[in-house]
């Protein structure tokens, strides 16, 4: 994997030599010639990795960390001294700043290279320690924000697939919830956030979920609507999850009926794919994403499912990719692929193969998330 850089430096020369030398061995690297620019940078790109002067025109390295430091944007990227002035007190007081390292300009290239190899190499690991501790502690506890499996419902046949971006968690969710032998919840969310913060959130979400479903079919409701409404309303009333903000698809199949009520908060239109006519149809949802309003302004869709029917939700990760031009978002493009793999017998698995397999690993962005419904 490549790893990103932002040098910053008010030589040109210095800037030039380190990033020459870094980018043979696998960097990609972005210049700054003052902390202004830099800025300019950091709001296009994160990178894994700051490496910058300190003596510096109208604001030096001191200050420029300082300003990441007060952004929660940027405050946990590894930032590297590289100066010329590598006294006692100065060293201190750039390693009081949480800064990872301070490496002397009169340091051989090569030598800066491995240093910043080994800062990386160092930070993936503990990462991955984390990771799996995080893990473990939450297999422990049981908590998950995506099930095992997707159970059998009678006539109809639910998958799903989720690949998290770079083995972070995101703030994507799924849940299936079964009320009796005729009703099945299927319920799609994604946290606005990245990484952890979000992952942590969507367990919260899905608690409240899971409780406003129960409690409204024992009450008598089933509405995919009102049920988001309730749910909606106390996201908006808790003091956390009021200011933290997630799109959610909610899905009731009902199997008698053959049919399936569907409501979205902000969500992407869920795709439904016709046997008979072949036709793929994009249903858009009506309401806000959840914790805006308490008036969601929540609307539902009755489906019809007829045998060989498929019914596809997804989260936005699913549409946005790395192109020649950076990060894209394209709804649009991932129906036209989608079409050419719906209404097969192995359409979870061409799906799988196509949109989810380890190649296309480097293209993807944010966690992906998609839910399949068919009717048997």
């Given at each position: 994997m490549v790893?990103k850089?932002?040098?910053?430096?008010?030589?040109?020369?210095?800037?030039?030599?380190?990033c020459?030398a870094?980018g043979?061995k696998?960097?990609s690297?972005r210049?700054a010639k003052s902390?202004?620019?830099a800025?300019?940078?950091?709001?296009?790109e994160?990178?894994?990795i700051?490496?910058?002067?300190?003596?510096m025109?109208?604001i030096?390295?001191f200050?420029?960390?300082?300003?990441?430091?007060?952004d929660?944007r940027y405050?946990?990227i590894p930032f590297?001294f590289?100066t010329?002035?590598?006294d006692e007190?100065?060293?201190r007081q750039g390693l009081?700043?949480?800064?990872?390292?301070?490496?002397?300009?009169?340091?051989?290239?090569h030598l800066v290279?491995?240093?910043l190899?080994n800062?990386?190499?160092?930070?993936?690991?503990?990462?991955?320690?984390?990771l799996?501790?995080i893990?473990?502690?939450?297999?422990?506890?049981?908590l998950?924000s995506?099930?095992?499996a997707?159970?059998?419902?009678?006539?109809?046949?639910?998958?799903?697939l989720?690949?998290?971006?770079?083995h972070?968690?995101?703030?994507?969710f799924?849940?299936?919830?079964k009320?009796?032998?005729?009703?099945?919840?299927?319920?799609?969310g994604?946290?606005m956030g990245?990484k952890?913060?979000?992952?942590f959130f969507s367990f919260n979400?899905?608690?409240?979920?899971?409780s406003?479903?129960?409690?409204?079919v024992f009450?008598?409701i089933s509405?995919?609507?009102?049920i988001?409404n309730k749910?909606?309303?106390?996201?908006?009333?808790?003091p956390?999850?009021?200011d933290v903000l997630?799109t959610?698809t909610l899905m009731m199949i009902?199997?008698?009926a053959s049919?399936?009520?569907?409501?979205?908060?902000?969500?992407?239109?869920?795709?439904?794919?016709?046997?008979?006519?072949g036709?793929?149809?994009?249903?858009?949802?009506k309401?806000?994403?959840?914790?805006?309003?308490?008036?969601?302004?929540?609307e539902?869709?009755?489906?019809?499912?007829?045998p060989?029917?498929q019914l596809i939700?997804?989260?936005d990760?699913?549409?946005?990719?790395?192109?020649?031009?950076?990060?894209?978002?394209?709804y649009?493009?991932f129906?036209?692929?989608?079409s050419l793999?719906?209404?097969q017998n192995?359409?979870?698995?061409?799906?799988k193969?196509?949109m989810?397999?380890?190649?296309?690993?480097e293209t993807v962005?944010?966690?992906?998330?998609?839910?399949i419904?068919e009717?048997?």
């Amino acid at each position: 994997m490549v790893k990103k850089i932002l040098l910053v430096d008010d030589d040109r020369f210095m800037l030039q030599l380190i990033c020459r030398a870094l980018g043979t061995k696998g960097f990609s690297c972005r210049t700054a010639k003052s902390v202004k620019e830099a800025l300019g940078l950091l709001f296009e790109e994160i990178p894994d990795i700051v490496l910058s002067d300190y003596s510096m025109p109208e604001i030096d390295g001191f200050e420029f960390r300082r300003v990441l430091l007060r952004d929660k944007r940027y405050r946990n990227i590894p930032f590297v001294f590289y100066t010329s002035f590598a006294d006692e007190n100065t060293m201190r007081q750039g390693l009081e700043m949480q800064a990872v390292d301070y490496i002397d300009k009169s340091t051989p290239v090569h030598l800066v290279v491995s240093k910043l190899n080994n800062i990386l190499d160092t930070i993936r690991k503990q990462h991955e320690k984390s990771l799996f501790e995080i893990g473990a502690a939450a297999e422990a506890l049981n908590l998950r924000s995506v099930p095992v499996a997707a159970p059998k419902v009678e006539d109809f046949k639910l998958q799903f697939l989720y690949q998290t971006y770079n083995h972070f968690p995101g703030g994507d969710f799924i849940d299936f919830i079964k009320t009796d032998e005729n009703t099945t919840f299927v319920v799609l969310g994604d946290v606005m956030g990245k990484k952890w913060g979000a992952w942590f959130f969507s367990f919260n979400f899905l608690s409240y979920i899971r409780s406003a479903i129960r409690l409204c079919v024992f009450d008598g409701i089933s509405s995919p609507a009102r049920i988001l409404n309730k749910i909606n309303r106390i996201v908006c009333l808790d003091p956390v999850l009021g200011d933290v903000l997630s799109t959610l698809t909610l899905m009731m199949i009902d199997r008698s009926a053959s049919q399936v009520s569907y409501a979205g908060a902000g969500d992407l239109p869920v795709i439904h794919y016709s046997r008979s006519s072949g036709e793929v149809t994009c249903i858009r949802s009506k309401g806000l994403l959840l914790g805006i309003y308490e008036d969601g302004l929540y609307e539902e869709d009755i489906i019809d499912m007829a045998p060989g029917d498929q019914l596809i939700a997804i989260t936005d990760g699913m549409i946005d990719f790395v192109g020649e031009n950076g990060k894209t978002s394209d709804y649009t493009i991932f129906v036209e692929k989608l079409s050419l793999l719906l209404g097969q017998n192995d359409t979870y698995k061409k799906i799988k193969s196509e949109m989810f397999s380890e190649s296309i690993e480097e293209t993807v962005v944010d966690d992906r998330s998609l839910v399949i419904i068919e009717k048997e």
